[in-house]
């Protein structure tokens, strides 16, 4: 079956390592546009950070963000939400706060702090309208409609905090993307295979005609629904192993090379 929409993870498959799209990926992306192929992409980043990226490969669908808790375009109302309850929100944050971890959280394009670090957000600098919120210790007046949790730390402790997270709240939430220097905390069931869903009902097409790139722990399940799943030549091993197809590395074109093979060339899938 022909495929009809690419969808790309961002940080470590369709960037590089720093935090660039490089001039091949985007032409290949362009000419699979032109060739009537729809792309858009699927990330744990917030959507205006996600949009930051897609406006550069020319994305005009609905983007899957915060790993698959929301799916909206650029701007006006989103096609799928789904939030904390304010209840489970104040719980998480609170034992952050407790605990003294780096917590940001996502109320539609706006984050949260409790105190900004910048070593905390590299990259960010690279993109348009992107603010952080500093609200000190009052947590409590921001804990609606929350999207996700994200909790850094640059001391080499991400791995024993996600283990903490996950034996206290186990059956109540879903942790994924150890980045080792972060960890994403979503609703129960959130991954980036429940936004897809929603995006290719909306645009009347299949799972099969999906082609979907990634390279971490959170591309798992977003890879095993699509069609075509493709691995990074740098994903981790438990991606490669569900992946239909394993491209190049991040640093050397991946998704391109998939595009031009499997794609423009139309090598058997």
Same mark, same amino acid.
């Given at each position: 079956m022909a495929i009809k929409l690419i969808v790309t993870d961002l940080d470590g498959t369709l960037l590089t390592d720093e935090k660039l799209i490089s001039d091949r990926n985007k032409a290949a992306i362009d000419a699979a546009k032109a060739a009537g192929v729809m792309v858009t992409?699927?990330?744990g980043r917030m959507c205006v950070a996600a949009a930051h990226y897609a406006r550069r490969i020319g994305v005009t669908l609905p983007i899957v963000s915060c790993n698959g808790g929301l799916v909206r375009a650029y701007t006006g109302k989103a096609v799928f939400?789904?939030?904390?309850?304010r209840e489970l929100a104040r719980?998480?944050?609170?034992?952050?706060?407790?605990?003294?971890?780096?917590v940001q959280w996502y109320i539609d394009?706006?984050?949260y702090v409790q105190k900004f670090n910048q070593k905390l957000f590299r990259g960010y600098n690279l993109i348009d309208d992107f603010a952080v919120t500093?609200?000190? %210790? #009052?947590? =409590?007046?921001?804990?609606?409609?929350v999207i996700q949790i994200v909790i850094r730390d640059l001391d080499g402790n991400i791995g024993n905090i996600q283990k903490c997270i996950y034996e206290k709240f186990q059956g109540r939430l879903t942790v994924q993307q150890n980045t080792e220097v972060s960890v994403d905390i979503d609703a129960l069931g959130i991954n980036k295979s429940v936004g897809i869903e929603v995006l290719i009902k909306e645009l009347g097409i299949t799972k099969d005609e999906v082609m979907a790139f990634g390279d971490a722990d %959170? #591309?798992? =399940?977003?890879l095993k629904y699509v069609g075509v799943g493709v691995a990074m030549g740098n994903a981790i091993a438990a991606v490669?192993?569900?992946?239909?197809?394993?491209?190049?590395d991040n640093e050397h074109d991946g998704v391109a090379v998939a595009i031009e093979k499997y794609i423009l060339n139309k090598y058997s899938l």
């Open positions: 992409v699927a990330t939400t789904h939030c904390f309850t719980e998480v944050i609170a034992l952050c706060y407790e605990r003294d971890w780096n394009d706006k984050v500093e609200i000190g %210790n #009052d947590f =409590e007046s921001h804990l609606d409609d %959170n #591309d798992i =399940e977003m490669k192993e569900v992946a239909d197809i394993i491209t190049e």
